[in-house]
């Protein structure tokens, strides 16, 4: 397959983004960028730094500003942050170069993935199922409207769930 736009892969923490962007640049035998990389780069310093020292705000007109960054590039596999889709300023500059693919997984599974994690600010002090799945229903519509492709990664491994984007993608 030939891809001719950018492959947005958006969802929550832990949903397995990273891994599965890697499967899908393996597979389709392109660049494969994340906008949290790309950010902590720009910046020099961590992201819970970034938070901690200029605020979730600054941290949001970063990540918008990397989406004008990509634009210019050369279709690749893009894994966004989990706040990326929040913005619908974002969700239009994703929507006007390339595809958007919402992974989706139950908070027991996302718990599982991140619990031992010291660089998502947002769940500093809030490391618990519950909370994981009250967040994740605030953004779910948002995630939901921005999507053209739905994928759920529950029990699958990241090559599984590349297979099954490519298929769907193939059949835009
Ligand atoms: C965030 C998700 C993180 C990172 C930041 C904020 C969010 O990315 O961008 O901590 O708002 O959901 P991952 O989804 O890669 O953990």
């Excluded at 891994?19 to 020099?44: A, F």
């Excluded at 027991?108 to 490391?127: A, C, F, Q, W």
Aim: proline content about 3%.
């Amino acid at each position: 397959m030939q891809l001719k736009r950018h492959l947005y892969l958006i969802g929550f923490m832990g949903v397995g983004k990273t891994s599965t962007s890697k499967q899908l640049s393996k597979k389709l035998g392109l660049k494969e960028v994340d906008t949290d990389k790309m950010i902590v780069e720009k910046e020099g310093k961590a992201i819970s730094d970034i938070f901690a020292d200029s605020g979730e705000e600054y941290f949001r007109g970063v990540e918008t500003g990397i989406l004008d960054l990509l634009a210019e590039e050369a279709p690749c596999i893009v894994s966004c942050g989990g706040g990326m889709a929040m913005r619908e300023e974002n969700v239009r500059k994703m929507k006007r170069t390339g595809l958007i693919v919402f992974l989706v997984a139950e908070p027991e599974t996302i718990y599982e993935h991140v619990k031992d994690s010291t660089d998502r600010p947002l769940l500093h002090g809030n490391m618990n199922v519950p909370y994981i799945a009250e967040l994740m229903a605030k953004r779910e519509p948002k995630y939901q409207e921005a999507a053209d492709i739905i994928i759920k990664t529950d029990g699958y491994a990241p090559f599984q769930i590349a297979d099954q984007i490519i298929e769907m993608v193939e059949k835009i």
